[in-house]
């Protein structure tokens, strides 16, 4: 019986952080896009969703490199 308890708390405590992680991750993505957004059209003088467009990235890289 002490076993079993034992395995369920440990999957319940595992599944929680795995929980948990991914939640971080996602907001993480989430506010690192939200702030992209804010970036490019509040403080530069871009259009937000020109963020998302694949020659702004090249452009950036190629800036870069």
Known sequence: MEQTTLKDSVWKNISKVTFFVILI????IIFFIVGLFIGYAGIGDGH??????????RHIIDFVQ
């Open 48 to 57: 937000f969703w020109e963020v998302v467009n694949t020659d702004t990235w």
């Open 25 to 28: 991750l996602l907001l993480v």
